[in-house]
């Protein structure tokens, strides 16, 4: 997972997000890019860690802040 700012004192960090599957077969590999601002709420984009090109502009979601919450939290 990796966090983009858009304002000058807003921090980046950076983490995978490992994402299990009911079945190994199934499983696909997820990265997640969060982008923090003052002036807008937060979002988070999902898409496969190993799409290029094309799958990567086709093959994502984006959630806004209040969309989204913490895992452990909701564990």
């Known amino acids: 997972m990796s ?3 858009t304002d000058d004192d807003d921090v980046r960090d950076a983490a995978p997000l490992p994402i299990p599957a009911d079945d190994a077969a199934d499983a696909v590999s997820l990265a997640a890019e969060i982008v923090v601002s003052r ?7 999902l898409y496969p860690a190993d799409a290029s090109g094309m799958e990567l502009m086709t093959s994502w979601i984006t959630a806004r802040e209040g969309s989204f ?4 939290r909701m564990r």
């Open 3 to 5: 966090t983009h700012a």
């Open 39 to 45: 002036d807008h709420p937060a979002e988070c984009t």
């Open 69 to 72: 919450v913490s895992l452990e």
